[in-house]
Nanobody, 121 residues
Framework: QVQLVESGGDLVQPGGSLRLSCTAVGVIYKVYTMSWHRQAPGKERELVAIITRNSDSNYGASAKGRSTVSRDNTKDTMYLQMNSLEPEDTAVYYC???????????????WGKGTRVTVSS
């Protein structure tokens, strides 16, 4: 079994920063593309940032210029540094990853349970 464990969500004031982490745990051979998504109350889940195993990255419109995604393949971990946070960034942030568990097997897609970010004064 593979689990994606997110952490770093918190209550932060407008203009503040947060760093989210997502670690894949379990029997893992290789973690491929990883991504952050968020879902605000009453809204659909949306892409925040995506990063390949080679660290090529791309961002959703809400994150461009304010967020940086990175990863450490030695730790099977992805990070999201978010700056200049606004109340509109309040959401549950979810991690997603394609993971293969054994050599020679195809990858499967996994979701984490989410970490809550609240931006409020």
């Amino acid at each position: 079994q593979v689990q994606l464990v997110e952490s770093g969500g918190d209550l932060v004031q407008p203009g503040g920063s947060l760093r989210l982490s997502c670690t894949a745990v379990g029997v893992i051979y290789k973690v491929y593309t990883m991504s952050w998504h968020r879902q605000a109350p009453g809204k659909e889940r949306e892409l925040v940032a995506i990063i390949t195993r080679n660290s090529d990255s791309n961002y959703g419109a809400s994150a461009k210029g304010r967020s940086t995604v990175s990863r450490d393949n030695t730790k099977d971990t992805m990070y999201l540094q978010m700056n200049s946070l606004e109340p509109e960034d309040t959401a549950v942030y979810y991690c997603n990853a394609d993971v293969s568990r054994y050599v020679g097997t195809s990858s499967r897609n996994y979701w984490g349970k989410g970490t809550r970010v609240t931006v409020s004064s």
